[in-house]
Each structure stands twice: as structure tokens, then as C-alpha cells.
């Protein structure tokens, strides 16, 4: 059931889509890095580390490796604001293995919404950008892509978990 929709704004890119899977079980695969490790990421890419603290001012910090294990990109997100079954709200940066932040890119700040919708949920991740300039470095690095096939293993996986 795809029914991605994409929108930017000059420094936000906003993806929606429907999920077929209750509101609570959408928002728990976004909680755990046994879930996540399961999804998270571009198509062909692992989660081989993923350590969540899962709480406002709690630490998530990952590392996505790609198919052939030649590229890792590793991330520090830092919890703001956990709503369940209904919002997270997190910062995320470019870190290294120990979770030290690298400057390649300014901080992010990412809003994750679970709304209902007729026993489905529509779920919302709205990720906005330092700057304009920023926002187009990361479209010229293929975001919008990434996330679509992150989506659609997100959504493969929800089907394998809840059975629809």
C-alpha cells in the first residue's frame, strides 16, 4: 500500500505515508533496536549497531552499513519529546563509533507522528534543516530515495509483524 507523499519546504522535507498496521504497533517498531534493526535504513543497508535509550534526553546511536560493508554511516540521535503512542521528537547528527559528533552536516530535528486513521495509521516524519543549503546537500545525496526504500522495508516488516 504505497501512498508516499513528499513535500519541502525551504528548510523541511515532510514524508507521509498510510501504514496497514494499529497506531500502537507502528509507533513500538520505532522503539527498539531489535525493531529497527529489522527495517531502518535504505534498502540493502543493516543496522549491525543500534543502542536506544529510549526516554526524553535519552541516546540512540546507530550505525547503517551499506551491502557490500565498504560504507558506514553512523548517527546520534538525542530523544526530546516521547508521546506514546502519538509523537517522537529527536535531534540527529553525524557521530563516529563512540557517538563523538562529526561535522559533515548541522543537527537535525526530526518530528515522527502516529496519527489513526481507520485502524490504519498514518504516520508522518517531518525533518527540518539548519539552513536552505543544508536541505539541498542532503536532496543531492539521494534523502528522498533513501527514505522511500527505508519506508518500504518499514512497511514489509510491519506486514511480517501484525500479519496484514
Not at 505515508?17 to 543493516?46: N, Y
Amino acid at each position: 500500500m504505497n501512498t508516499d507523499t513528499v513535500e519541502q519546504t525551504e528548510q523541511e522535507l515532510i514524508f507521509t505515508r498510510l501504514l496497514a498496521a494499529p497506531r500502537e504497533v507502528a509507533f513500538a517498531v520505532f522503539t527498539t533496536s531489535e525493531h529497527l534493526a529489522q527495517w531502518w535504513g535504505p534498502k540493502d543497508w543493516t543496522l549491525p549497531v543500534c543502542t536506544i535509550d529510549f526516554r526524553p534526553g535519552g541516546v540512540w546511536h546507530f550505525c547503517l552499513r551499506s551491502a557490500t560493508g565498504q560504507e558506514e554511516t553512523w548517527v546520534k540521535a538525542v530523544y526530546r519529546e516521547i508521546v506514546k503512542p502519538e509523537l517522537i521528537v529527536f535531534t540527529e547528527i553525524f557521530a563516529d563509533a563512540q557517538g563523538n559528533v562529526v561535522d559533515e552536516l548541522p543537527e537535525r530535528l526530526i518530528t515522527v507522528t502516529f496519527a489513526e486513521h481507520q485502524g490504519k495509521t498514518k504516520l508522518t516524519i517531518c525533518i527540518r534543516y539548519a539552513s536552505a543549503a543544508v536541505l539541498q546537500t542532503v536532496l543531492a545525496m539521494g534523502a528522498i530515495q533513501g527514505f522511500k526504500e527505508g519506508w518500504d522495508r518499514l512497511e514489509a516488516y510491519l506486514t511480517r509483524l501484525h500479519g496484514k
